[in-house]
Nanobody, 116 residues
Framework: QVQLVESGGGLVQPGGSLRLSCAAS????????MGWYRQAPGKQRDMVAV??????NYADSVKGRFTVSRDNAKSTVYLQMNSLEPEDTAVYYC???????????WGQGTQVTVSS
């Protein structure tokens, strides 16, 4: 059993910054991939940023503004979000994939609202 617990969401003004954290606990502490997805109201869940075996992938809409990082010793993934825009408003979900077998795990989600 794996639990992913996110923190750091909230309300921020356009142009502001937030840092999300996600800590994994349970029977698996080492993951093939860790990262973040988001889902805005009425839209599908989309990838934001994922680190896969040291390689980082970003959605085009967040390149240059968001930075994802992992601390494997702490089984934690972070998302530093700068220059936030109203279009970034969504529920942000932590995502992790175990090694073998490869199985996906999701956090419960944390709300990020960008509004003046």
């Amino acid at each position: 059993q794996v639990q992913l617990v996110e923190s750091g969401g909230g309300l921020v003004q356009p142009g502001g910054s937030l840092r999300l954290s996600c800590a994994a606990s349970g029977s698996i502490r080492s993951f093939y991939a860790m990262g973040w997805y988001r889902q805005a109201p009425g839209k599908q869940r989309d990838m934001v940023a994922v680190v896969v075996s040291g390689n980082t992938n970003y959605a085009d809409s967040v390149k240059g503004r968001f930075t994802v990082s992992r601390d494997n010793a702490k089984s934690t993934v972070y998302l530093q979000m700068n220059s936030l825009e109203p279009e970034d408003t969504a529920v942000y979900y932590c995502y992790a994939v175990s090694w073998n077998p490869q199985k996906a795990y999701w956090g419960q989600g944390t709300q990020v609202t960008v509004s003046s």
